[in-house]
């Protein structure tokens, strides 16, 4: 076999591979976050709280249109993963978008010390969050996706501490690549790590 007919077996086969990595993303029907989680801390150490999580987004599709082309069978699914300083990635599973926030802001608020109890225990602090804005879009070969929610806190029913928090991120789009993913879980991160829970904490005066 002469160097000419390798180069062509090895084209061929690379040109199947990626045709099966396009098919295999194209089928799914969720798309995967990879949430970076922050190292431990016991800044919230003895503190009980329960979460609430709603989404109350106008557009509930997540893609738009030319997204959507992209991941013509996605239903709104979400596969979520945990991210260490290690590297080390572990499989959350997968679920809808409040879910999504649910588990995401259950971590964040452990891995602060807090105890997350169940949402019927009203003795506990409420830590809500409302959803308002999810979108992922694709345009001029590039992945954009934007991100909104209110964090409140409430004692006894009454609002005691809220703080908005939005954000944007973008990546290029590139042959073979999951790139909707990839923007998402950047700015998934950026957003569930920026919120300063600290200081909700510290103006319903629980720490």
Request: proline share 4%.
């Given at each position: 076999m002469n160097q000419f007919s390798i180069r062509q077996i090895t084209l061929q086969l690379a040109i199947i591979a990626l045709l099966l990595m396009t098919a295999a993303c194209s089928h799914r029907n969720y798309l995967i976050v990879d949430y970076q989680v922050p190292a431990e801390t016991q800044t919230l150490s003895g503190q009980r709280v329960r979460i609430q999580v709603k989404d109350m987004r106008e557009d509930t599709k997540t893609l738009t249109p030319a997204a959507a082309a992209e991941f013509p069978h996605f239903e709104e699914r979400y596969?979520?993963?945990?991210?260490?300083?290690?590297?080390?990635?572990?499989?959350?599973?997968?679920?809808?978008?409040?879910g999504l926030f649910q588990e995401a802001f259950q971590k964040r608020l452990t891995q602060m010390g807090?105890?997350?109890?169940?949402?019927?225990?009203?003795?506990?602090?409420?830590?809500?969050?409302?959803?308002?804005?999810?979108?992922?879009?694709?345009?001029?070969?590039?992945?954009?996706?934007k991100v909104a929610f209110e964090a409140s806190l409430f004692m006894d029913n009454q609002l005691v501490a809220k703080e908005t928090v939005n954000g944007s991120a973008e990546r290029p789009k590139i042959i073979g690549r999951k790139g909707a993913d990839d923007t998402l879980s950047d700015i998934f991160t950026d957003i569930i790590n920026r919120l300063n829970i600290i200081k909700l904490f510290q103006q319903a005066k629980l720490i």
């Open positions: 596969s979520l993963s945990w991210v260490k300083e290690s590297n080390l990635r572990i499989s959350v599973g997968q679920s809808d978008l409040t807090a105890f997350v109890v169940p949402a019927d225990e009203s003795s506990a602090p409420l830590f809500q969050i409302i959803i308002q804005t999810m979108k992922i879009d694709l345009k001029d070969h590039t992945w954009t996706a």
